[in-house]
């Protein structure tokens, strides 16, 4: 069983021996915790290896895919033009006589037909001859629960899930933002069907005293060795860097002399 690095060096410490590529994966958390930025830079390690990668767009539409991959300095649009690159967009229906022609994607979808989703995810991939290489993307599938019941988002799992990544061991990551409360429902029942479980979010003490470091915890891999830990990170300029907790904790710790408030004394 093949088990790859997936280039994001937090999540490859939270699984030292790779991940297996016949793996659903699905990364959660709040809002803002940085699972795109995360899902973005698989794709861009998997691509520089000449791996295709299969995107469906659900949150936005493949401009801003395109848009963040530049701001990390990612040269993207090689990829699209060597048809490395696809996307299925799944989000310009909103948009009726405003959509406008973006480069690179090769469906549109409307994610309120899961039977059709695979259909189409499934045609792309075999186009994209993929086989024991290359990824899937869902970012993310909280869209599908605007227009669907938990029940039929999680059937759609469970295709895909069989459709992909253990038919033809196609890596496939989903994303989930565990915002609202009503998720949680959908999030445990996702959590024992998929193979990988990365939760995301911000240490929840610093975020008391307004420091936002993130951090990452693989919580689950079906047939590989984890580090169990919430693992610390900070998005920089060119993407997702680890940080080391034992010099944060060093400097926090210096530094909080200087924060001590002595009272002030009455002047006699
Ligand atoms: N080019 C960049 N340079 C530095 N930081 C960035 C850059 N792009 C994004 N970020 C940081 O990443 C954070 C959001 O990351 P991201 O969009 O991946 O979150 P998310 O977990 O996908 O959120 P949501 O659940 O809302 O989709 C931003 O708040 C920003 O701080
Ligand atoms: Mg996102």
Redesign the pocket.
């Known amino acids: 069983l093949e088990r790859i690095k997936l280039g994001v060096e937090p999540l490859d410490f939270g699984a030292p021996s790779g991940f297996p590529r016949k793996s659903l994966i699905l990364i959660s958390?709040?809002?803002?915790?940085?699972?795109?930025?995360?899902v973005n830079q698989i794709t861009n390690n998997l691509l520089m290896k000449g791996e295709p990668a299969v995107y469906v767009t659900l949150?936005d539409d493949p401009t801003a895919v395109i848009d963040?991959f530049r701001?990390?300095g990612w040269s993207v649009d090689e990829f699209i033009e060597k048809g490395l690159l696809k996307f299925i967009d799944g989000f310009s229906f909103r948009l009726g006589s405003l959509k406008k022609q973006i480069k690179g994607v090769v469906r549109e979808i409307v994610p309120d037909d899961t039977k059709k989703m695979i259909y189409v995810i499934n045609e792309v991939i075999e186009e994209s001859k993929m086989v024991n290489k290359g990824i899937l993307i869902l970012d993310?599938i909280n869209e599908l629960m605007f227009q669907l019941d938990v029940s039929s988002v999680i059937d759609f799992v469970k295709t895909l899930r069989a459709a992909v990544p253990k038919a033809r061991g196609v890596i496939t990551i989903i994303?989930l933002?565990t915002t609202a409360e009503a998720l949680n429902q959908l999030k445990n029942h996702l959590e024992y069907l998929v193979d990988g479980v990365i939760d995301?979010r911000l240490d929840p003490n610093l975020q008391e005293l307004g420091i936002p470091l993130k951090q990452l915890n693989v919580k689950k891999l079906r047939g590989a060795p984890t580090n169990p830990l919430w693992i610390p990170y900070v998005?920089?300029?060119d993407g997702i860097r680890p940080v080391d907790q034992h010099k944060l904790s060093s400097l926090i710790k210096a530094k909080l002399r200087e924060a001590v408030r002595f009272e002030q004394k009455p002047q006699s």
């Open positions: 958390g709040d809002a803002g915790t940085g699972k795109s930025v995360i949150d963040a701001s990390f993310s994303t933002h995301t998005i920089v300029d």
